[in-house]
């Protein structure tokens, strides 16, 4: 654990490291910070942050860097959540001024807002199926052998897919199976529809088969596609100094172009409102050299979905984070969703 002294350091060379991104020595911490204590002292303390992994020394020059490990304890132990300006909330209170009707018109406008800020990359996926309640299911014939199923979410989401019959369906039909389904699916997560057939309609399957079966296919195909990801601010990162390196650059562009990565990170190990994943902290390999921090999206409790921001382990943790919570709060105070309908 480390005594007050090296806690102050530590928090003085990240803090001006984020705002610089060279390297730090003792004597501008000493004259920068007004710590008080020697040269030689901060000099002596960064060299045990140094030696217990808490810093890192670039061999051109008598500065130190953070390490991973520094980042960590300053975003566990450190970090200042009240890193927002004026000029910022009076931004943010325009952007979320307006009631939308629409899931994808609200992370549209949060993950706008989040880049445009913290001018990091950012992007934004819907609730997953793991976390949507089924409101309710309709049934539209559109002729005597196609119908279209709409699937109606707590979060607004509406999923729709049209199904094709081998045989007949009549309009009596149709209503029976509006009511059958809701009955067995209705007020249960959407992830409920991947279960098997004969797992969930047994009792009430009074309908062929033949006009059972392709519906449940058609809706499992409709909640497994890959969802659909929102990017903002992709280019901001490339005038950070980090991105002068080529390689760190292509890593980058990779990352953001693979499609699967992205989803799989955002979903991955939500288990806060706020999750920071720095470097070899992230699941993925290639994320090594990044920091990723996910916003679990919600309103008065309900997932509206996961947004991510991408940047350099030299990210500006506390800008970030207090952005995250007082957009947060300002959503659920304002009642910004509204009930669905449009006018």
Same mark, same amino acid.
């Given at each position: 654990?480390?005594?007050?002294?090296?806690?102050?350091?530590?928090?003085?060379?990240?803090?001006?490291?984020?705002?610089?991104?060279?390297?730090?020595?003792?004597?501008?911490?000493?004259?920068?910070?007004?710590? &008080?204590?020697?040269?030689?002292?901060?000099?002596?303390? #960064?060299?045990?942050?140094?030696?217990?992994?808490? /810093?890192?020394?670039?061999?051109? +020059?008598?500065?130190?860097?953070?390490?991973?490990?520094?980042?960590?304890?300053?975003?566990?132990?450190?970090?200042?959540?009240?890193?927002? +300006?004026?000029?910022?909330?009076?931004?943010?209170?325009?952007?979320?001024?307006?009631?939308?009707?629409?899931?994808?018109?609200?992370?549209?406008?949060?993950?706008?807002? /989040? +880049?445009?800020?913290?001018?990091?990359?950012?992007?934004?996926?819907?609730?997953?199926?793991?976390?949507?309640?089924?409101?309710?299911?309709?049934?539209?014939?559109?002729?005597?052998?196609? !119908? !279209?199923?709409?699937?109606?979410?707590?979060?607004?989401?509406?999923?729709?897919?049209?199904?094709?019959?081998?045989?007949?369906?009549?309009?009596?039909?149709?209503?029976?199976? +509006?009511?059958?389904?809701?009955?067995? /699916?209705?007020?249960?997560?959407?992830?409920?529809?991947?279960?098997?057939?004969?797992?969930?309609?047994?009792?009430?399957?009074?309908?062929?088969?033949?006009?059972?079966?392709?519906?449940?296919?058609? !809706?499992?195909?409709?909640?497994?596609?890959?969802?659909?990801?929102?990017?903002?601010?992709?280019?901001?990162?490339?005038?950070?100094?980090?991105?002068?390196?080529?390689?760190?650059?292509?890593?980058?562009?990779?990352?953001?172009?693979?499609?699967?990565?992205?989803?799989?990170?955002?979903?991955?190990?939500?288990?806060? &409102?706020?999750?920071?994943?720095?470097?070899?902290?992230?699941?993925?390999?290639?994320?090594?050299?990044?920091?990723?921090?996910?916003?679990?999206?919600?309103?008065?409790?309900?997932?509206?979905?996961?947004?991510?921001?991408?940047?350099?382990?030299? #990210?500006?943790?506390?800008?970030?984070?207090?952005?995250?919570?007082?957009?947060?709060?300002?959503?659920?105070?304002?009642?910004?969703?509204?009930?669905?309908?449009?006018?």
């Amino acid at each position: 654990m480390l005594d007050d002294r090296k806690k102050q350091i530590l928090q003085a060379i990240i803090e001006e490291y984020i705002q610089t991104a060279e390297p730090v020595s003792s004597n501008l911490i000493v004259q920068k910070y007004g710590l &008080d204590y020697s040269s030689a002292t901060v000099r002596n303390e #960064m060299a045990d942050l140094e030696k217990n992994g808490y /810093l890192d020394k670039p061999h051109t +020059s008598a500065g130190r860097v953070p390490s991973a490990k520094g980042y960590r304890f300053y975003v566990d132990e450190l970090i200042k959540e009240d890193n927002i +300006s004026l000029e910022e909330i009076i931004y943010i209170q325009a952007k979320l001024q307006t009631k939308v009707n629409q899931i994808e018109e609200l992370t549209r406008i949060t993950t706008n807002t /989040l +880049s445009e800020i913290t001018h990091y990359p950012t992007v934004s996926i819907g609730p997953n199926k793991h976390s949507q309640i089924i409101e309710d299911i309709k049934f539209v014939l559109l002729g005597s052998r196609m !119908m !279209m199923a709409i699937i109606l979410t707590d979060s607004g989401i509406i999923k729709e897919t049209i199904i094709k019959f081998d045989e007949d369906v009549t309009e009596e039909q149709v209503n029976t199976l +509006s009511v059958m389904f809701n009955n067995r /699916l209705k007020g249960k997560t959407l992830d409920v529809i991947d279960e098997p057939i004969e797992n969930y309609i047994v009792s009430e399957m009074t309908e062929s088969l033949n006009v059972i079966k392709p519906i449940i296919k058609e !809706m499992q195909k409709v909640i497994n596609e890959q969802e659909s990801l929102y990017y903002e601010g992709a280019n901001k990162a490339f005038d950070l100094p980090e991105f002068k390196n080529i390689e760190l650059t292509k890593n980058l562009i990779n990352v953001l172009d693979e499609k699967d990565l992205v989803i799989d990170t955002l979903n991955s190990g939500i288990t806060e &409102d706020i999750n920071v994943y720095i470097g070899d902290e992230n699941s993925n390999s290639e994320l090594k050299d990044f920091t990723i921090i996910t916003f679990n999206h919600k309103i008065k409790g309900k997932s509206l979905g996961t947004i991510g921001i991408i940047g350099p382990k030299r #990210m500006n943790y506390s800008k970030v984070i207090s952005v995250l919570k007082y957009i947060n709060r300002k959503m659920n105070e304002s009642g910004l969703l509204g009930d669905g309908k449009k006018n």
